[in-house]
């Protein structure tokens, strides 16, 4: 996880504490040991926060139209349903636009 400044706080540059530098709020820590160990810190202290970074595991299919997603039933000159045809594996003739909804 990231750890994030919410405010503005000194805090050592490293391990040894030698060195001191202003943190400024909206700034991630070192993503390592010594920035963990800092952040935990600023943590209890009310200065930073832990972000959770979510990743895109599925994406949306914006070409999907209103029909496919609502699922209109195709039907003859008559108005009666149509029946999907067993040989065409690709396409539902019972559905308006060939495929049925999900």
Known sequence: MT???LHDAKGAT???GAHVRLYKAGEELPDNAF???LGQSFINAGLAEEVKVVSVMETKDTNVTKTTLTGKRA???KGQ????DPNTQDYNEAWEGGVAPK
């Open 14 to 16: 490293d391990a040894s």
């Open 3 to 5: 750890i994030k400044m």
């Open 75 to 77: 039907r003859n000159k």
């Open 35 to 37: 920035g963990k160990s």
């Open 81 to 84: 349903l149509v029946a999907d």
